[in-house]
């Protein structure tokens, strides 16, 4: 069995008890300690962390066609022990997902994530005119211990309609990921384009993703923005 925690806001602690497995950014471990010895190890995953090796090579291809390639690492644990994992100074955010819960997120910004987690790629159909691409890394809650650990450049915040039912715009280039309560739950995208853009006087707040109160959804956003976009304007 796994436990995720922060420490410091900066550090992932992963606490195993017993025999289990985790997936995790490729090079993000930075210490570890277990009794009688090191009782982990580590293995760079060439395709994905699929058992079936068909499905693994589709994903994996999938992930490199749509930009959304991780190089992931499995840790393997043979017993007890406590190890820590970061990401350039990057702050943490821990998330345990029901059973059929699905995160939508950038692959840049995924951690770590257990085994009970079910890894994808799909096409949202949004973003065109953002960093933030056609498609999306997904993670799926499918057993008890389905932990997942999310990367922010700075301390994020956390927005949810889920009881107010309000209307909730988000800067793509800020989003780090979204959970619905039902499905994927995915924004419409919303743009406010004028003539002004064509003389350089946008305000820089031209699109937006945006979920209605009728879209039941928590969306966690960076304090800081992807650099890309289109610049339209004529100098």
Not at 189 to 203: E, V, Y
Request: aromatic content about 8%; some cysteine.
């Amino acid at each position: 069995m796994l436990t995720f925690e922060t420490i410091n806001e900066l550090t992932l602690k992963i606490t195993c008890s017993g025999n289990d497995v985790l997936y995790t950014k490729a090079g993000s471990f930075i210490a570890g300690e277990s009794m009688g010895g090191k009782n982990y190890s580590f293995e760079k995953l060439l395709l994905g962390p699929q058992n079936n090796f068909a499905q693994a090579a589709l994903g994996s291809l999938l992930r490199r066609v749509t930009g959304e390639n991780l190089p992931l690492m499995k840790v393997t644990f043979n017993g007890n022990s406590v190890t820590y994992y970061a990401n350039n100074s990057q702050h943490i955010v821990v998330y345990q997902l029901a059973v059929g819960e699905v995160v939508s997120v950038e692959s840049e910004n995924i951690l770590a994530f257990t085994d009970d987690c079910k890894y994808d790629v799909r096409f949202i159909g949004c973003g065109v005119i953002s960093q933030k691409g056609l498609a999306t890394s997904t993670l799926t809650g499918t057993g008890r211990d389905a932990y997942v650990a999310i990367l922010s450049d700075g301390n994020p915040i956390v927005l949810s309609n889920i009881q107010s039912r309000s209307t909730i715009s988000v800067d793509p280039d800020a989003v780090i990921c979204w959970m619905g309560q039902s499905g994927y739950c995915d924004p419409q995208i919303r743009t406010d384009l004028s003539w002004k853009n064509l003389i350089g006087q946008a305000s820089g707040e031209s699109y937006a993703f945006e979920w209605s109160g009728s879209q039941p959804v928590s969306v966690i956003v960076q304090p800081s923005e992807r650099n890309g976009g289109i610049r339209v304007g004529i100098d």
